[in-house]
């Protein structure tokens, strides 16, 4: 299993970015799927879900402004980041919901560094 996400960046606050995660060893349309996010020092923290039926469930502080979305043919999750405020600033990574388990302990792949300046 690989999980790595990518289309993060530098973006200036009222911005948007989007964030890709194609996964190998995953199907992401027979799985609940998930962006989390993670300010060094913090706890990690679940920012949206997508179900495998396609319903969508967001943090109440990106509601409205991040839609999580998924490409069933190209195996990929998104999340679309609209108007972007600097406390969103932070390492993002995708996952599987709850967080993929493996050897014991839940497996994170590679983030995306997602900086929101003011």
């Known amino acids: 299993v690989q999980l790595q996400a990518s289309g993060g960046g530098l973006v200036q606050a009222g911005g948007s970015l989007r964030l890709s995660c194609a996964p190998s060893?995953?199907?992401?349309?027979?799985?609940?799927m998930a962006w989390y996010r993670q300010v060094l020092g913090r706890q990690r923290e679940l920012v949206a879900r997508?179900?495998?039926?396609?319903?969508?469930i967001y943090a109440d502080s990106v509601k409205g402004r991040f839609t999580i979305s998924r490409d069933n043919a190209k195996n990929t999750v998104y999340l679309q980041m609209n108007s972007l405020k600097p406390e969103d600033t932070a390492v993002y990574y995708c996952n599987t919901a709850p967080p993929y388990f493996k050897n014991g302990r839940d497996y994170w792949g590679q983030g995306t560094l997602v900086t929101v300046s003011s």
């Open positions: 060893g995953i199907i992401c349309s027979a799985n609940h």
């Open positions: 997508i179900l495998i039926g396609g319903s969508t």
